[in-house]
T-cell receptor, first 111, second 118 residues
């Protein structure tokens, strides 16, 4: 079983839709959770960072962590064509300096 | 400033060449990483340096040789590569080995070097 599971998509939505992206994980030691956006042929860009359980909002983006279910989500409101990219979830434990990545979800927002 | 810089942006090399990739960060981070990323795949960890010492080597072939000259710089020396080594090479940094409560544990990536081996 992989440490982190993420549906690769592809996901295609109309402009203005609410997008929900999800990851599940198996290691209960994970405490720090990240979402990255990666445009084609570019490096991943950190979008959201959350610690332990709860919600965090930043503009049109909301990150949720449910540690009891080992499930994290990223919601994008009022999606724009510029949101078309691959979204990677990543997480790490308290100790160790290794980050574990999902496989990435490819998102296309259609104008 | 949350910037990690990488040079060059693109590199084409033959199988007998020797070249180096460079990475720099000025965030005071003490952990630096090299990843390899193939198309439509997540980043694959190669090496981790913690406080300028090699902490993790994910069984990477010896034709890849990392170096951390100081806390801000990370190099990846390439020699006798194979065409299957063509990929996007990403550098990243984070604060350090031990995560702190709540803040400062995220990882920042550079833009990558797109490597083509002929």
């Amino acid at each position: 079983q992989k440490e982190v599971e993420q549906d690769p998509g592809p996901l295609s939505v109309p402009e203005g839709a609410i997008v929900s992206l999800n990851c599940t994980y198996s290691n209960s030691a994970f405490q720090y959770f990240m979402w990255y956006r990666q445009y084609s042929r570019k490096g991943p860009e950190l979008l959201m960072y959350t610690y332990s359980s709860g919600n965090k909002e930043d503009g049109r983006f909301t990150a949720q962590v449910d540690k009891s279910s080992k499930y994290i989500s990223l919601f994008i409101r009022d999606s724009q064509p510029s949101d078309s990219a691959t979204y990677l979830c990543a997480m790490r434990a308290v100790t160790g300096n290794q980050f574990y990545f999902g496989t990435g979800t490819s998102l296309t927002v259609i104008p | 400033d949350t910037e990690v810089t990488q040079t060059p942006k693109h590199l084409v090399m033959g199988m007998t060449n020797k070249k180096s990739l460079k990475c720099e960060q000025h965030m005071g981070h003490r952990a630096m990483y090299w990843y390899k990323q193939k198309a439509k795949k997540p980043p694959e960890l190669m090496f981790v340096y913690s406080y300028e010492k090699l902490s993790i080597n994910e069984s990477v072939p010896s034709r890849f040789s990392p170096e951390c000259p100081n806390s801000s710089l990370l190099n990846l020396h390439l020699h006798a590569l194979q065409p299957e080594d063509s990929a996007l090479y990403l550098c990243a940094s984070s604060q350090g080995l031990l995560a702190r409560a709540q803040g400062g544990n995220e990882q920042f990536f550079g833009p990558g070097t797109r490597l083509t081996v002929l």
